[in-house]
């Protein structure tokens, strides 16, 4: 499935942009974002059902919070977790600089942890093992199977890793309108000190998280596309017993 296909599908439902707002809403506080959390993987099942459209309501909210929940963990697992990790390494060297008196050292580990860790959050996007680790959840069932490296080592199997590979380079363009949107909260909140300024920031973020959501959607159809081409191929992953 190519980006127009994709985005063809999502607006065949007319209360596309509604929902995506309230999504985009409930994205904007804690509490709330594993609710479109959960919408996501909600619609990636119906998707794989062939049920991509309409998109789903919004209800039953507890189910689709828990799921949410396991969606985001997915994602922390492989995005925030090395970036903390790296935090606190990155708090080491400065702590070590700081007695051995050497700024220049630090400097240059510095860059290096830094340059290491941007390969790796590459990677792992241009691999595709977050969505990936949803597609297997949504499959199995099992959150676990999708935290664990199966993940990993789905998106990177032989025959596999070049459909999700171009899976990902179909669905950057998805990501342009949050890019745009988020840069413009950006100088938004660069002026905060105009009056009312505080009011358009707010509602950027809002629309920036809308602009997100719906890029996830265009990303889900894409990547299920990417499965039924590996079952055509005879690559299909089998689902693995809890």
């Not at 919004?58 to 689709?64: E, G, H, I």
């Not at 922390?76 to 700024?103: H, K, Q, T």
Request: hydrophobic share 55%.
């Amino acid at each position: 499935m190519n980006l127009r296909t994709a985005i063809r599908t999502v607006h065949s439902d007319p209360l596309w942009w509604r929902k995506i707002l309230i999504g985009g809403a409930l994205f904007m506080s804690i509490i709330g974002a594993p609710f479109a959390g959960g919408w996501i993987i909600e619609y990636i099942d119906n998707s794989r059902k062939g049920y991509a459209t309409p998109l789903p309501p919004w209800f039953d909210w507890s189910t689709r919070w828990i799921m949410g929940m396991f969606a985001w963990i997915i994602d922390f697992l492989f995005y925030v977790m090395p970036l903390m990790i790296a935090g606190v390494l990155f708090f080491c060297v400065a702590f070590s600089a700081v007695l051995s008196n050497s700024p220049g050292l630090a400097g240059q580990l510095f860059a290096v942890l830094g340059a290491i860790l941007a390969l790796y959050l590459t990677f792992v996007f241009l691999s595709s093992v977050s969505m990936v680790g949803r597609l297997i959840y949504v499959q199995d069932a099992s959150p676990e199977h999708a935290m664990s490296m199966r993940a990993m080592r789905e998106a990177l199997r032989p025959g596999a890793r070049a459909v999700y590979f171009r899976a990902r380079l179909a669905s950057l363009p998805a990501y342009l309108p949050a890019v745009a949107l988020g840069a413009l909260t950006f100088l938004a909140a660069s002026r905060l000190t105009i009056p009312g300024t505080l009011l358009i920031v707010a509602l950027l973020i809002w629309l920036t998280l809308s602009a997100l959501l719906y890029a996830h959607l265009i990303v889900v159809q894409i990547y299920v596309a990417a499965e039924r081409e590996l079952e055509r191929r005879g690559l299909a992953r089998v689902r693995e017993l809890v």
